[in-house]
């Protein structure tokens, strides 16, 4: 059982350079989330997907664009990054059911130097 | 301005002691709330969550308490063990244009001691 897989693990980019995190699910979860976790600021949301097709905005959206072309995949890309992007990215996913307890990927570590 | 609120940073508990984890929101459209716990290099994990009608939820050594007046949540967690040691996030699920999010905590790193 998989779940969610994340790739890269960790990754260290030169800032400007162009990044895209990958997400993947087996679970066939409607919903698809991307946090990012700093020291000190918990969780924080980037943006989000509740069907393929669709994107929305979450509390830190800026510098940052996703895409859901189909239902496993939720890819996050930062266009020129920079280095307060510098963070531990989560992808999660849902069914949009019951209470709609959200799973996490293992993350990926990402310095933009 | 944070809507979840998780004031303690960390927290040291003895094995076989209860651990207590609070949480304070303040946006009473809140239906849900979840606790995730995480554990370094790993994605947090579900743990237990409470519906905004009721006041206890239990799940083994776990109870997670509601008072909703107070807009405060706890976790208790008795009786404590080290594989316990963890960073704990509270969450708490709002509803956006008919979908739910979750609003997530700072969190509070749970040492427990042998």
């Known amino acids: 059982i998989a779940g969610i897989t994340q790739a890269p693990t960790s990754q260290i980019l030169a800032a400007g350079r162009r990044m895209t995190l990958r997400c993947t699910q087996d679970m066939r979860h409607n919903a698809m989330y991307w946090y990012r976790q700093d020291l000190g600021l918990g969780l924080r949301l980037i943006h989000y997907s509740n069907t393929a097709g669709t994107t929305g905005k979450g509390e830190v959206p800026d510098g940052y664009s996703v895409s859901r072309a189909n239902t496993d995949d939720f890819p996050l890309t930062l266009a020129s990054a920079v280095p307060s992007q510098t963070s531990v990215y989560f992808c999660?996913?849902?069914?949009?059911?019951?209470?709609?307890?959200?799973?996490f990927g293992p993350g990926t570590r990402l310095t933009v130097l | 301005d944070q809507q979840v609120k998780q004031n303690s940073p960390s927290l040291s508990v003895q094995e076989g002691r209860i651990s207590i984890l609070n949480c304070d929101y303040t946006n009473s459209m809140f239906d849900y709330f979840l606790w995730y716990k995480k554990y370094p290099a790993e994605g947090p994990t579900f743990l237990i969550s409470i519906s905004s009608i009721k006041d206890k939820n239990e799940d083994g050594r776990f109870t997670v308490f509601l008072n909703k007046s107070a807009k405060h949540l706890s976790l208790h967690i008795v009786p404590s063990q080290p594989g316990d040691s963890a960073v704990y996030f509270c969450a708490a699920r709002g509803k956006n244009s008919g979908y739910s999010t979750l609003t997530f905590g700072k969190g509070t790193m749970l040492l427990v001691s042998p």
């Open positions: 999660a996913s849902s069914d949009g059911q019951g209470v709609n307890e959200q799973f």
